[in-house]
């Protein structure tokens, strides 16, 4: 029991008390508030490549060339929880004027609801960044006929190989090849504990290119056969043992640890984007002995397709931004000047305007002959300039995707025929393509 | 809110014997309340703003469409539209009956188990205690820790379970995690490994609450173990036993972790549970609405079925 003081007057012990209790309170409840008014010239950054990868050193930049400005970076890591926190930073009000989207789902989500400022205009106004309007070829996002966001950096697929295992079965590197081919050469490379691929291409990507998944009035476009053929494909090269086994995939979640198994050996070929090439030149934490080249990603039957990668990393300026002018100056700077600082990070820039060299040293590390055929990833790169795009449908984008990802599973475990994945995908899209509409 | 006069005195009481007249008991209690709320107010600022803001959000929620992104301004009301759909669902359903036999098996296995362990436990065997403790440690292990050690140890190619089945002359054993119809089992399988231990130790204090002198009674009748335990030790378990299936079965229907960790709800949708599919819906496809719908019928079904559980022993215990 509480001891009292004289009549009315609370003792220490419950002053003390009191104090902390509302000191809690208080805490607690300043749990919601925000960090205060940020200065107006302030910009708030928020990005998924860590700061020493190039966005400090751009910043730096920046602000050196605006002085009197600053640039507050903050990182979000680029999964569902990191998206999670961007996405409720921005509706609840947290001061930020300018961020990157990576995942097209979530590109999807914030266009579609208003996050993104309309930067046509000031596109209009930039005759340096005029490709950013080009319809034909974009590497914008377009919603209608306005911008939403500008993809800073290209993302080209292509094959790597073994050299090692390559030279071993006397294959001569592709530099032109189809997807049957591609199927050709991964069965002669296999050997003994190595298995010829780890993943076959998107074929239907590669046969039909941008919003593949839509018809043009905007329907579940699954029913064509290049999605069948691309099922069909993974199921009969992991059933032949030239794919790697996809329970091994499942059991082991090695989709996000792909490079471990390539450098110790698995596989001998590998569809992969420029980011995994920084796991083959650190030899301290991913050590190996072979060398690595670059073929093309593998083309459609008649020689043409497109290439599986697209124009990513998306800025976007926030339309809650009271710094608009300064966070457009910035989105400028980033894509233009800005750009041979993100390269660093291995970054191609979309405009294409870091020069290749450059541009090879700081995807291939600092000693890149000892670790890739230099001149077979300038040739697949840049001189044969993959075919790239921009989607811009994207209704129910995140149903389709795991819709895609759950049948591709059951397929290529052996569990389910293709042709019944494909039709389980072709009514889960229709059914959440139809649902979005009602809602729209 | 009625507060109780500190000396035990009922408010209104007459004087004393002494003389002295007891204060008006609202003068002694208020200041006193007063204390009492200022100790509790961190602890009901923080059930206030973790339990019953989000609380009564997800039931405000469940008659809207909101996808997070679009703001508080996007919040749209729909009525019961979202309770419709859900019953229309088929995603739902197929993560209803998921649900179901996770629980279904998982629940009644782990007590089982649990049971008898706690038996075994209850005798009078060398290093006991080393053994209760042994057996306890899975319930208290991170969950990261067991879904990691579990995908090792039942890796289709190189796990050591399936090892061990190929020495026993299994040439075709389960790819657990890789198949659609082998990784609830596996689930299940690490549910009841992780629970028994608790349930054992439940029903251990349980045990050694046990009435001695019925037991006395029965020996001096010359009754068997199987008859003492039917008619002495089963009965005076069932609180317990009930306990256990409620609190073990709310627990599967909210099982999150194992499955977000190991399976992520595959391969297809083999392990979407209820918990894992109001994930997908909320914080992959942002429907926040539907999520909500869904949390709100998930939370009614547990709720029925725990009353149905409760009623069904009442009568059935020992002391009743």
Redesign the interface.
């Known amino acids: 029991m509480i001891g009292r003081g004289r009549a009315g007057t609370p003792t220490r012990r419950q002053f003390l008390a009191g104090c902390a209790g509302l000191a809690s309170a208080a805490a607690l409840g300043g749990c919601s508030a925000g960090s205060g008014a940020t200065p107006p010239n302030t910009l708030n950054v928020w990005g998924g490549v860590p700061p020493g990868s190039g966005p400090a050193a751009l910043i730096d930049a920046f602000t050196a060339a605006h002085p009197g400005t600053e640039v507050a970076y903050t990182r979000f890591v680029n999964d569902d929880r990191g998206n999670l926190k961007l996405d409720t930073a921005l509706q609840g009000g947290v001061d930020i004027d300018v961020y990157f989207t990576y995942q097209t789902k979530a590109l999807a989500l914030r266009a579609e609801s208003g996050m993104t400022l309309d930067i046509t205009d000031r596109l209009a106004d930039e005759p340096e960044l005029a490709p950013f309007l080009d319809r034909d070829n974009p590497t914008a996002y377009w919603d209608g006929d306005r911008v939403r966001a500008l993809a800073t950096a290209a993302e080209p697929w292509f094959v790597l190989f073994n050299e090692a295992a390559r030279e071993r079965a006397g294959i001569p590197l592709p530099t032109r090849w189809t997807v049957q081919e591609f199927e050709e050469i991964t069965r002669e490379i296999r050997a003994d504990g190595m298995f010829g691929t780890y993943e076959v291409p998107d074929s239907a990507r590669i046969a039909l290119g941008p919003d593949y998944w839509y018809t043009p009035d905007g329907g579940s476009n699954f029913s064509d056969p290049h999605f069948l053929e691309w099922l069909e494909l993974g199921q009969r090269m992991i059933r032949d043992r030239v794919a790697y086994p996809w329970t091994e995939v499942l059991a082991r979640n090695l989709d996000a640890y792909q490079h471990t198994a390539f450098v110790s050996g698995e596989f001998a070929t590998w569809v992969n984007a420029p980011y995994s090439l920084r796991y083959l030149y650190n030899e301290k934490d991913y050590p190996h002995d072979f060398r690595v080249a670059a073929a093309p990603l593998p083309t459609a039957a008649d020689g043409t397709g497109w290439n599986q990668g697209q124009f990513n990393n998306f800025i976007m300026i926030n339309p809650q931004s009271p710094r608009q002018d300064l966070a457009w100056e910035f989105v400028r700077f980033w894509v233009t000047e800005g750009s041979k600082h993100m390269a660093v990070g291995g970054k191609i820039p979309t405009l294409g305007n870091v020069p290749q060299e450059e541009m090879l040293t700081s995807l291939l590390g600092p000693d890149p002959d000892r670790w890739f055929d230099v001149g077979s990833f300038r040739r697949v790169l840049f001189e044969e300039r993959p075919h790239l795009y921009v989607d811009s449908d994207l209704t129910a984008l995140p149903e389709i995707t795991l819709a895609v990802e759950q049948q591709q599973d059951l397929c290529w475990i052996g569990e389910r025929s293709p042709a019944d994945s494909i039709a389980s995908i072709d009514a889960q899209a229709a059914a959440a393509i139809d649902r979005y509409r009602k809602a729209a | 809110m009625t507060v109780t006069a500190?000396t035990g005195i009922p408010t209104g009481a007459p004087a004393s014997r002494t003389g002295r007249a007891t204060p008006p008991a609202a003068s002694v209690a208020q200041?006193?309340a007063?204390?009492g709320?200022?100790?509790?107010?961190?602890n009901l600022?923080?059930v206030a703003?973790f339990t019953l803001v989000p609380l009564v959000s997800v039931v405000l929620l469940s008659f809207t469409?909101w996808?997070?992104?679009?703001?508080?301004g996007?919040i749209e009301f729909v009525g019961l539209e979202n309770f419709v759909n859900v019953f229309r669902d088929p995603g739902f359903w197929n993560s209803v009956v998921l649900t179901l036999v996770y629980a279904g098996v998982s629940v009644p296995l782990t007590t089982i188990l649990g049971l008898a362990l706690g038996l075994a436990l209850n005798r009078d065997i060398p290093g006991r205690a080393a053994l209760r403790a042994i057996f306890f440690v899975p319930y208290i292990v991170s969950v990261v820790a067991i879904g990691m050690t579990w995908?090792m140890l039942?890796?289709?190619?190189s796990?050591l379970v399936n090892q061990v089945l190929g020495a026993l002359g299994l040439q075709d054993a389960p790819?657990?995690?890789?198949?659609?119809?082998w990784a609830l089992p596996a689930l299940i399988v690490i549910a009841v490994w992780g629970g028994v231990g608790y349930a054992a130790l439940i029903y251990l204090s349980a045990l050694q609450d046990a009435p001695t002198q019925l037991y006395e009674a029965a020996d001096l009748d010359g009754a068997g173990v199987w008859t003492k335990f039917r008619v002495i030790t089963w009965p005076s378990l069932v609180p317990t036993t009930v306990f256990l299936l409620v609190t073990l079965f709310i627990g599967a229907s909210q099982g999150f972790g194992l499955i977000a960790l190991i399976t992520a709800g595959?391969?297809?949708?083999a392990t979407t549970t209820l918990p894992y599919y109001m994930y997908?819906t909320g914080?992959?496809?942002?429907r926040f609405g539907y999520a909500s719908a869904i949390g709100m019928v998930t939370f009614l079904g547990v709720l029925a079925l725990t009353l149905l559980t409760w009623r069904a022993q009442r009568g059935r215990a020992l002391h009743d």
């Open positions: 500190p200041p006193r007063w204390v709320w200022l100790f509790i107010a961190p600022v923080g703003l469409e996808n997070l992104v679009s703001g508080f996007g995908l039942m890796n289709p190619s796990g790819a657990w995690f890789a198949s659609s119809y595959g391969p297809g949708d997908q914080f992959q496809f942002y």
